[in-house]
Structure formats: structure tokens, C-alpha cells
């Protein structure tokens, strides 16, 4: 049974950190794949930043150089260092995998988390 469990999610106030987990299991978690998305309310699920298998990094220019995505495949777990947190970053936080490169697409996800609620106040 394929499983995504984020967590790490809170309230915090402008300019605080975060860092949320995503622990995977029932499924081959170093070939996939991985990448955060977030959900505000009204709006549509978006790609926060990937993580190809080699370790190669990408982030939404939202996020960029705020936010730091990694991977441990020794533990099938994957994060998110979110830094310097601003008002517009409040929404639910889904951590997804991917067997295709263009994991920042929410039509190329093969499995989703359950989502953790990030809160910035100002």
C-alpha cells in the first residue's frame, strides 16, 4: 500500500521557518520523482519545487531562494526548509511522486499526501 504522510505544518508568524516532511512507503521511493505542491483556498494546486533522482533541484520563482527541497532515499523521505515565510505562502502543502519529469504538474503525479496546513501570519 502506497503511502505519503507530510508533516511539519503550523502556524507561524511572517518571516518564521518551517520545514515539513513527507515519509513514502510501499513503493520504489529512489526512482520516483518527487515534488511539493500547495493548495490555497480559491486557487489551484501549484508545483513549489521538485526533486529529480539525481538530486537535481527546481523551485517556483515564488519560492526561490526561500525555500530549500531534499531527499533522504536512505529513509524514503523527503523535505521542505521553508524560510523567510510570507503572508501568500499560507495554504495546504502536499508532498507528491512522480515516475515523469515533469512532476510540477499536477497531471503528472502518480501519488499524493494527504496535505499538512502551513498558516503565515502577519
Known amino acids: 500500500q502506497v503511502q505519503l504522510v507530510e508533516s511539519g505544518g503550523g502556524s507561524v508568524q511572517a518571516g518564521g521557518s518551517l520545514r515539513l516532511s513527507c515519509a513514502a512507503s510501499?513503493?520504489?521511493?529512489?526512482?520516483?520523482?518527487m515534488a511539493w505542491f500547495r493548495q490555497a483556498p480559491g486557487k489551484e494546486r501549484e508545483g513549489v519545487a521538485r526533486?529529480?533522482?539525481?538530486?537535481?533541484?527546481y523551485y517556483a520563482d515564488s519560492v526561490n531562494g526561500r525555500f530549500t527541497i531534499s531527499r533522504d532515499n536512505t529513509k524514503n523521505t523527503m523535505y521542505l526548509q521553508m524560510n523567510s515565510l510570507k503572508t501568500e505562502d499560507t495554504a495546504m502543502y502536499y508532498c507528491?511522486?512522480?515516475?515523469?519529469?515533469?512532476?510540477?504538474?499536477?497531471?503528472?503525479?502518480?501519488?499524493w499526501g494527504q496535505g499538512t496546513q502551513v498558516t503565515v501570519s502577519s
Open positions: 510501499g513503493y520504489p521511493f529512489s526512482i520516483y520523482y
Open positions: 507528491a511522486a512522480s515516475l515523469l519529469v515533469q512532476c510540477d504538474l499536477v497531471t503528472r503525479i502518480r501519488y
Open positions: 526533486i529529480y533522482r539525481d538530486g537535481r533541484k
